[in-house]
């Protein structure tokens, strides 16, 4: 059975259909990436599954349990935690500080610092800027600052939102391989990414969505090769 | 037409270099012409008539000297950084102080000749008089131009001698202006106490200082100067002393603060007693805002509405009036010490409900709808309504005061001691809430609302214990001000309370809890 199963869901803003029936399934340990244009409906299904909006029919399960009608707060305590678009770190609050935010509902305080450790071992430019406020970073340093974030709360699944949004070329570079330096070390990931080309070039298992649908489905590799994808996506 | 000259005149030197005593001229002509300006629109009149020294020097006396002096100091500092005491500043200084002066001589003289006063209506005859020194024309112009020559070599002596004794000696001048310009309120405060009383016959009377008041004045001002600099001189030597040190440092300055603090109003007597009092219910409010606003980030304008609550809640409990609750129900009448942790109670219940319906609302609409909050409050106090209960716009009187085992707390000195007592807990309650996990909460939501939900905050709990505990500082200040106070109406409790606390929170600086 796979880690995060969505089932048919339908997500309605107001009147306006946003999701027409999405199903996607993430096993542990994998990368599956969701792709597509603007607009697809990428954004509105990671919004669902942490609890920002509730599908009107359809089901979210995480490890056979359904989300279905929990707070958001609450499906961040069950270990579905976002990268979300744009970075949104806490502006205003110090490296150290935003790690610790992410840490927030864990109560374990030792391990806690350890995993702080690790996210300075993992991220070496943060270990500098720690007492540093995190909104006079880099965007590629914001970035670090909301992986980090996010992996402090020890995910099950990692929900993470256009990663490579803003950034220069190196700075994307440097994303697509820290997210598969995580994965390996064994956190789940749910990348939702407009850059096609970088995104299915890591996953496991990729989703083409439009307007609503997903359209494809397949292996990343596959789909990378897909004529109707190569056409759509990479020109 | 004197001014058209001057422009003339600075035209004239800006197109060749100016030599030295060109410079000197324009210097002269522009502090003169301020002198000029002043006297025309009539401060230097009005200014005249306000004693610093009973007897020796007006206020507008010491503009002129000021003038004079700073003729002479602009002249040293034209010549640049490197001016070096020489024979020739001397002289140019002598030169531009006598036209500053001259250019209040021809003042004078014009003013003998013509009705000027027909045109500019502060050229009175007492500006007469006191530019020409009771002297007479010909002896006032000689004066003028004479004095400020003196001066203005005087000034530029000062600008050219050792800093430190001229940093000093300035200190000490402005001491003396300073207790000389505000003598009426330093005097009232100084009316309270044999002691103090003494000291303040000694230098003042009525009118402003006396010669010998100023004098200590200027002595002591220059004396503590003098020591500061001293002082300050020995901690910049031990920079590189342990942190701990420095620290040691440090709590010996917040300890002579709080003595100060605490020894102040007792010496100030009740009147500023009275002041420090409402400075104290202020800072209490403020802390709660800055609970709200500054670390949660909830634009709050109804704060308000929870003083009052506080306030009325103490009110109504303790109060000998025929409104309390002990006249018409069970309850007995409580003493103050019952009553205030229930007003605070209160009060935090009225802030999670407050909070519920405006959860969802975010940013200037929050500001907006808690505004309306705030006056509804006020509004249901203040009606026809609530008044049975209330009693409306007629206020509740004969709140008793606080009693400390057998003391009447009834002094506002001794409430103010109260304030500080409160303010230390809640200034500690705050410093620890600041540094909390919920401190750290309140900053994220702040920063971010859905990514701090995303991350497992709670966002209607932190919001709720925003508001909740807000508001429990405001109840602990309207409960301290019912009972200064003795007696409560809807009118003390407007918008406007929650906008001063909200700008007394933005200027001492959002979420720094020591501002």
């Known amino acids: 059975m796979a880690l995060l199963e969505i089932d048919d869901i339908h997500v309605f803003y107001d009147k306006i259909e946003a999701l027409k029936g999405v199903s996607i399934a993430v096993d542990e340990k994998q990368i599956v990436t969701l792709v597509g244009a603007n607009g697809a409906g990428k954004t509105t299904t990671l919004r669902a599954i ?166 494809l489905t397949g292996r990343g590799q596959d789909l990378l090769e897909d004529e109707n994808v190569q056409r759509a996506y990479l020109g | 037409m004197m001014a058209g000259a001057a422009a003339r005149r600075v035209a004239g030197s800006r197109r060749a270099p100016p030599s030295p005593l060109q410079r000197a001229a324009v210097t002269g002509l522009v502090f003169g012409i301020l002198g000029l300006y002043l006297a025309i629109v009539g401060i230097l009149a009005m200014i005249h008539g306000r004693a610093i020294i009973v007897g020796v020097l007006t206020l507008g006396q010491a503009t002129l000297v000021a003038i004079g002096l700073g003729t002479g100091a602009m002249i040293v500092r034209g010549d640049g950084e490197h001016g070096a005491w020489s024979w020739s500043t001397l002289l140019r200084s002598l030169f531009a102080g006598a036209i500053a002066g001259g250019v209040l001589a021809l003042l004078v003289v014009a003013m003998d000749a013509l009705d000027l006063r027909a045109i500019f209506i502060a050229l009175s005859p007492a500006l007469f008089e006191m530019l020409t020194f009771d002297l007479g024309l010909a002896g006032g112009v000689l004066v003028l131009i004479g004095g400020s020559a003196a001066l203005a070599a005087l000034g530029a002596l000062l600008t050219l001698g050792p800093r430190a004794f001229r940093r000093h000696v300035l200190i000490g001048c402005i001491a003396v202006i300073f207790f000389g310009v505000f003598q009426e309120l330093i005097q009232i405060m100084m009316q309270y106490g044999d002691i103090i009383g003494a000291v303040r016959e000694t230098i003042y009377t009525w009118e402003g200082l006396t010669p010998e008041g100023a004098i200590l004045i200027f002595v002591i ?67 709660g805002l800055n609970l709200e606003v500054g670390l949660a980030g909830l634009l709050d304008l109804g704060f308000v509405a929870f003083f009052a609550v506080g306030a009325y809640t103490t009110a109504l409990l303790t109060a000998d009036s025929p409104h309390a609750l002990a006249a018409f129900t069970a309850i007995p009448s409580l003493s103050y010490w019952e009553a205030m942790p229930i007003a605070v109670l209160v009060s935090v219940i009225v802030g999670v409900l407050f909070g519920i319906p405006v959860l969802g609302v975010r940013g200037d609409y929050l500001a907006v709808a808690t505004m309306g909050l705030g006056e509804i409050v006020r509004v249901i106090v203040q009606s026809d309504a609530a008044a049975p209960l209330l009693a409306g716009a007629q206020g509740i009187l004969q709140i008793p005061k606080p009693w400390l085992g057998n003391i009447e707390l009834s002094d506002p000195v001794d409430l103010f001691y109260l304030t500080l007592a409160c303010a230390a807990v809640a200034a500690y309650c705050a410093w620890r809430l600041e540094n909390s996990r919920l401190g750290r909460a309140w900053m994220a939501v702040r920063d971010d609302e859905d990514v701090a939900q995303a991350l497992g905050i709670n966002l209607v709990k932190v919001k709720l214990l925003a508001y909740g505990l807000g508001a429990a500082f405001a109840g602990l200040a309207g409960s301290i001000f019912a009972v200064m106070l003795t007696s409560i109406y809807p009118s003390s409790f407007q918008l406007l309370v929650s906008i001063n606390v909200l700008a007394l929170i933005i200027v001492g600086g959002m979420a720094a809890c020591p501002a």
């Open chain 2, 221 to 287: 001002a220059t004396a503590i100067s003098l020591l500061a600099a001293r002082l300050r001189g020995g901690e910049r030597s031990d920079a590189e002393t342990p942190p701990a040190q420095r620290r040691n440092a440090r709590i010996a300055k917040a300890a002579v603060a709080v003595l100060l603090l605490v020894l102040f109003p007792l010496l100030a007597g009740s009147y500023i007693g009275q002041v420090m009092m409402l400075v104290g219910l202020y800072i209490l409010m403020g802390m």
């Open chain 1, 50 to 215: 942490s609890g920002i909006l509730h599908p009107r029919a359809g089901e979210i399960r995480l490890g056979g349990e359904s989300l279905a009608d929990l707070p958001p707060h609450e499906i961040a305590g069950m270990g579905v935690v976002q990268v979300p678009e744009g970075r949104r770190i806490f502006a205003r609050l110090t490296v150290d500080e935003n790690l610790q935010m992410g840490a927030f509902s864990r109560n374990d305080r030792r391990a806690i610092a350890e995993d702080k450790e690790r996210m300075l071992a993992l991220f070496p430019r943060l270990k500098e800027r720690l007492k540093q406020v995190a909104g006079t970073l880099s965007g590629g340093e914001q970035q670090m600052v909301a992986t980090a974030r996010a992996l402090m709360a020890r995910p099950r699944i990692l929900l993470m939102d256009e990663p490579s949004m803003g950034l220069s070329p190196v700075m994307v570079e440097h994303v697509f391989e820290t997210i598969r330096a995580i994965n390996q070390q064994g956190v789940t990931i749910l990348l939702v990414e407009q850059n096609a080309l970088m995104a299915l070039g890591i996953a496991d298992f990729g989703y083409v969505m439009e307007s609503g649908r997903i359209v």
